[in-house]
């Protein structure tokens, strides 16, 4: 069983332009697309697309139409009630693939919630092979609250995995090594954040084929306690880094279509590909074939495991 958490879910309504997005001016779109999304709902997506046990934990109230679209399409979810209805996130995707996200806040929540949506967490991850833990934290929960739940979680023994970013992420890596995770899963601005690095040197020496930089970047992380740290970077592919080694993945060629869901994927694809015993190779491998599949399909659709290019992502390993 994986279960996910999504502290701050939302709909996703995705508009498809049938033009470069005009700032300021008409914009014409040839589709719209409604899903139910937050970064954990999408990695639990992809997960029960697979038909692995997952169920996704997310607080929204029995009446929220995120949930109808949770039953649509039959994921196994527990929620948490809320008087206010989640957020409507919307994505704008281009014909080349560029994608300008817009974001609500989503509803503040109580005290009250908090204590109830972590009382679930940590009842439903009991028998867990892993938790994820992903996105925003929406008003009213303290920036910390990731490192309290990796805490909570511990003692069952579970692996868990962290998908964050800003002032959470920061929160998260203040308290290593106690609140330190089995795997951090940063992009490149966000691995700079985190060590110091700086975001354009890291693209660029992964685009031109020398990930070290990265590499040695990551490997900070696991001298403060993180267990795995895979770093995506784009068409660049992405980076493993665990204490046995450090390897480089470069993606298949694909059709860009829309970036949106790509990370949750990856993480979903490293996530089940652990949870058969993959090696770590290969744990990075089904993450970056899972990743490149999503940024080829238009909106906010999600890969099933028919629409993977497995040999077509390239490994190698990084002294």
């Known amino acids: 069983m994986i279960v996910t958490l999504t502290a701050n879910p939302g709909l996703d309504r995705t508009a498809t332009l049938a033009e470069p997005l005009a700032h300021g001016g008409v914009n014409r779109v040839t589709s719209v697309t409604v899903e139910p999304g937050g970064k954990g709902i999408n990695v639990a997506r992809v997960i029960h697309a697979a038909g692995h046990p997952v169920r996704a934990i997310l607080p929204a109230g029995h009446r929220d139409p995120i949930l109808a679209l949770l039953d649509r ?20 995707t281009e014909q080349d693939g560029t994608t300008t996200k817009i974001n609500e806040p989503g509803p503040t929540l109580s005290a009250e919630a908090i204590d109830q949506l972590a009382h679930l967490l940590v009842l439903e991850s009991e028998h ?117 080694g450090a390897w480089h993945a470069s993606p298949p060629p694909i059709t860009l279509r829309s970036t949106v869901g790509a990370g949750d994927s990856s993480v979903a694809g490293y996530v089940l590909a652990h949870t058969r015993g993959a090696s770590a190779p290969d744990l990075l491998r089904t993450a970056v074939a899972y990743g ?14 028919d629409q993977l290019n497995v040999g077509g992502v390239t490994i190698v390993a990084v002294a």
């Open 73 to 92: 399409i039959a994921l196994p979810y527990r929620s948490v009630p809320l008087p206010d209805e989640v957020r409507v996130n919307i994505t704008l």
């Open 128 to 244: 867990a092979d892993w938790v994820v833990l992903s996105g925003s934290l929406p008003p009213g929960v303290p920036t910390d609250w990731y490192a309290d739940l990796v805490r909570a979680l511990r003692p069952w023994g579970c692996k868990i995995a962290v998908d964050t970013s800003d002032a959470p992420l920061l929160a998260l890596v203040d308290q290593f090594p106690a609140a330190a995770p089995d795997l951090l899963k940063p992009n490149s601005e966000e691995l700079a954040q985190l060590t110091g690095a700086d975001a354009e040197e890291l693209e660029a020496s992964a685009k031109a084929g020398d990930p070290s930089k990265c590499v040695a970047a990551a490997r900070t992380l696991l001298d403060r306690g993180v267990r795995a740290v895979m770093a995506t970077l784009g068409g660049s592919g992405a980076v493993l880094v665990t204490a046995e």
């Open 292 to 305: 490149s599949a999503a940024a080829s399909l238009a909106g906010t659709a999600l890969p099933r495991p």
